[in-house]
């Protein structure tokens, strides 16, 4: 593998939630896109119990997450979705009683 960075295209579900990002979250995604196509494999795996999808990363600065498919033949990420936490609102006992299950 080269030092070049990847090139990353966007599903049109993730560049629709880039747009809708506030300001600060468009340039934290940026960043994280960043050190992704310099390291794709940085990240976590999305699901560890899954050998055959060791190429589907998850890249998580709260409040952001990107997941992401490694695509090795072309040398390109491709971002399946963005998600934005900010904004969502759960008083604490609320989200205590779903991590608990009542």
Do not use: F
């Not at 629709?16 to 896109?33: F, K, N, S, T, W």
């Not at 971002?79 to 991590?99: D, F, H, P």
């Amino acid at each position: 593998m080269s030092d070049a960075a990847w090139s990353v295209p966007l599903s049109a579900k993730a560049r629709q939630e880039l747009r809708e990002l506030p300001d600060h979250g468009q340039q934290m995604a940026r960043d994280a896109l960043d050190i992704d196509t310099r390291s794709p494999w940085g990240w976590h795996q999305w699901d560890r119990s899954d050998p055959e999808r060791q190429d589907v990363r998850c890249a998580s600065i709260c409040p952001l997450s990107l997941n992401y498919w490694i695509n090795r033949p072309a040398q390109h990420l491709s971002v399946l979705a963005i998600t934005w936490l900010e904004g969502i609102r759960l008083r604490q006992q609320e989200l205590v009683g779903a991590l608990i299950g009542n």
